[in-house]
């Protein structure tokens, strides 16, 4: 997407913490999301992050949220091979229906 | 738990031909997107309703239409097909005016 900005790939080694990022524009997204998505499948709902927070934890993954910098990132603890997919930041503007901005994904490669 | 079910979840239509993808929202949702996923591109918003009416427009091509029905399942009609078209086709259903989105499977449509 072209307001929302993701790095293409990141490949990391079971076992080990993974940290995707993302930048968005648009200062007044109520709410910025992370999608996950497997080969052929739909968009799972990971977490999500209301825009007057900084940080939230869901057992393996850690949302934090710089708005000052409008940088978004996803940390996994543990990373393990089954979290191999594409991983999409997404935002939500105010003054819309709710409607989602995706980024463009990142590939998440863990090797074994 | 339900979930969002689209159908067809394959479709192969030719050129110039015409297509309608279906969406059932989960119960007691009124409220239903529709994005396009193209091959190896994030998900582009087209279109979302609440209560039986559009609510939201975004880069739906004029040959697109779509609507809400009584039960609030949705259907997606596209006409005159180009190749263009090939994509996935994902309905996502929520609670009016709630952050949480929640994806179907997706309908893969292939244009020959």
């Known amino acids: 997407g072209e307001d929302v900005e993701q790095s293409l790939f990141l490949s990391v080694r079971e076992g080990d913490s993974s940290v995707i990022n993302c930048t968005y524009t648009?200062?007044?997204?109520?709410?910025l999301y992370w999608y996950k998505q497997e080969p052929g499948a739909g968009l799972q709902l990971l977490t999500y992050i209301f825009s007057n927070m900084d940080m939230k934890q869901d057992q393996r993954l850690t949302v934090l949220l710089n708005k000052k910098d409008k940088h978004l990132s996803l940390r996994i603890a543990d990373t393990q091979t089954g979290d191999s997919a594409i991983y999409f930041c997404a935002e939500s503007p105010m003054d819309s229906s709710y409607k989602l901005i995706f980024g463009s994904g990142t590939r998440l490669l863990v090797r074994p | 738990a339900a979930g969002v079910i689209q159908s067809p979840r394959h479709l192969i239509k030719e050129k110039r031909e015409t297509a309608t993808l279906k969406c059932y929202p989960i119960?007691?949702?009124?409220?239903v997107y529709w994005y396009q996923q193209g091959p190896g591109q994030d998900p582009q918003f087209l279109i979302s309703?609440?209560?039986?009416?559009?609510?939201d427009k975004g880069s739906i091509p004029d040959r697109f239409s779509a609507q809400q029905f009584s039960d609030y399942h949705s259907e997606l009609n596209m006409s005159s097909l180009e190749l263009g078209d090939s994509a996935l086709y994902f309905c996502?259903?929520?609670?009016?005016?709630?952050?949480?989105?929640?994806f179907g499977p997706g309908t893969r449509l292939t244009v020959t």
């Open positions: 648009d200062s007044s997204s109520t709410y």
């Open positions: 309703f609440y209560e039986k009416m559009q609510s």
């Open positions: 119960p007691r949702h009124d409220t």
């Open positions: 996502a259903s929520t609670i009016a005016r709630s952050y949480e989105q929640y």
